[in-house]
């Protein structure tokens, strides 16, 4: 047979009224203890575990203490986590902020979907890394912009493994100190009017070929 619980009331004019239940098999003990400003529940289990809940006016705070710390505190303007780790589960999550949102790791960070996902903003949108940064799809990728496009880099490669298709719409600029262009099978240069060389212009082949209806050359 269990052994029966202890109970107390405490009665004072300066502290309050303080209730306490104890289970000496268990080694735990309840308290309520209500001091005329603070209404405090605690529940302590041996030495190394309790959990408090402080209650007054302004403030609500809930405390778990064992091998970690968790806290949880509400005032009218905020509300405070504070652990070790935090976990929702839910069939949907929906978090709107009327003003600035933040997201910080200190670790990895982690951000994945089984379905659709998209980033949009209304102004500026900024995506930066100090270290690699990698932009990859298992299907088609496609970029666009209403104004400038710029891709930049030390050493800025384009690469297809079936066609590779480079359009102007009115112009097309390519310079370089340098320039080498050469195709495996064959390479062609078209244009009504085409221009070719400057100052000093060689062309060659074990078979070269210029036709036209009016060719000039020197």
Not at 20 to 49: C, H, L, R
Not at 115 to 135: G, H, P, Q, R, V
Not at 138 to 156: E, I, P, Q, R, Y
């Amino acid at each position: 047979m269990a052994e029966p619980f202890i109970c107390s009331i405490e009665l004072s004019k300066t502290d309050g009224v303080t209730v306490i239940v104890k289970d000496e098999d268990a080694k735990i003990t309840q308290t309520v203890a209500m001091n005329g400003k603070t209404v405090t529940i605690t529940v302590k289990q041996g030495d190394d575990k309790t959990s408090t809940i402080t209650q007054d006016a302004e403030s609500l705070v809930l405390k778990v203490v064992g091998e970690q710390t968790s806290t949880i505190t509400q005032k009218h303007d905020q509300v405070v986590v504070k652990c070790k780790a935090f976990s929702v589960d839910a069939e949907t999550v929906s978090i709107k902020s009327e003003k600035d949102s933040t997201h910080e790791a200190g670790g990895k960070l982690t951000v994945t979907s089984t379905n659709d996902m998209s980033f949009s903003s209304s102004a500026k949108l900024s995506a930066s890394s100090t270290s690699e940064m990698k932009l990859e799809s298992s299907a088609a990728l496609t970029a666009s912009a209403t104004g400038d496009a710029k891709l930049s880099g030390a050493n800025t490669t384009v690469e297809a493994s079936a066609k590779l298709a480079l359009k102007g719409g009115a112009a097309a600029d390519m310079s370089a100190g340098k320039i080498s262009i050469s195709g495996t099978m064959k390479a062609d240069l078209t244009a009504p009017l085409t221009t070719v060389g400057e100052d000093v212009t060689t062309v060659k082949g074990s078979l070269v070929k210029v036709s036209g209806s009016l060719v000039k050359l020197g």
